[in-house]
């Protein structure tokens, strides 16, 4: 019993030192430092890059873009309405002005027998349906309202987009200070382990005791290995929702 008081008292002396050590953790860049400590650098890049490589933000862009063009169109649709004719003819004619302007115009019947000549004509159609012209202005205030509706989807989007890239970056930050809690836990654990084992070589503690040490410190492994995981994903699924490293992302790339 008094080896085992002596034991959990050297452990406890470890497991303080052990917290003194820094977390070994993966080596990062100064930007990656200031995207874990810093919110508010960090949070306005992330919604930008999410936002810019989000399929859905470029699907509806495509419809604001068909809804304006809608809008133009609707705005020129009475020029559908009017058409210009002309015509060209050569030959002779059956009627034709003579050259004293006070007589009136002599018909030949055999017009073939008369010069050639050029005639040259142009107009302007105009048709009109009531039906279109009373409604026009609807038409183009319709157009205008889908335009405004797909702006509001993809301001929509933006705002849940905003909102993913919080929980991500909140569960990102929470992972890497589990993994480096862990981290720590590990290392304590191996120093106890150590010390159970250099116990049990001298013969002032029993076998159960170095299974517990031992125990603990596997147990110790498998939550610093999960921990690990758990960051790993999470940078994982926020670098695929940004479209880039986290590290290029602070670098401004």
Excluded: C, W
Excluded at 134 to 154: D, K, P
Excluded at 171 to 187: F, N, P
């Amino acid at each position: 019993m008094k080896n085992l008081l002596v034991l959990l008292l050297l452990g406890f002396v470890g497991t303080g030192r052990a917290q003194t050590v820094p977390a070994k953790s993966e080596a990062s860049p100064a930007g990656a430092v200031a995207f874990f400590s810093s919110p508010g650098l960090a949070l306005p890049r992330l919604y930008d890059a999410a936002i810019k490589h989000s399929a859905e933000i470029a699907r509806l862009d495509a419809a604001k873009g068909v809804a304006s063009e809608d809008v133009v169109l609707a705005r020129k649709k009475m020029l559908n309405m009017f058409s210009l004719a002309s015509s060209y003819n050569y030959g002779s004619l059956p009627y034709f002005a003579t050259a004293d302007a006070s007589t009136r115009p002599a018909y030949i019947v055999n017009p073939f027998s008369q010069g050639l000549r050029a005639v040259y004509s142009v107009g302007v159609n105009a048709v009109v349906p009531l039906d279109v012209l009373s409604g026009r202005r609807s038409t183009v205030r319709r157009q205008e309202l889908i335009l405004n509706e797909a702006e509001a989807e993809r301001s929509g989007m933006e705002s849940k987009i905003r909102q993913y890239v919080i929980t991500q970056y909140q569960g990102l930050v929470l992972a890497r200070v589990e993994m480096q809690h862990y981290q720590d836990a590990l290392q304590s654990a191996g120093i106890n382990k150590k010390i159970a084992d250099k116990k049990f070589k001298e013969g002032e503690i029993q076998v159960d005791e170095q299974i517990t040490a031992i125990d603990f410190y596997n147990r110790a492994v498998l939550a610093d290995a999960e921990a690990k995981s758990k960051y790993q994903t999470a940078v994982l699924l926020m670098e695929d929702l940004i479209g880039m490293s986290i590290n290029t992302l602070m670098q401004g790339q």
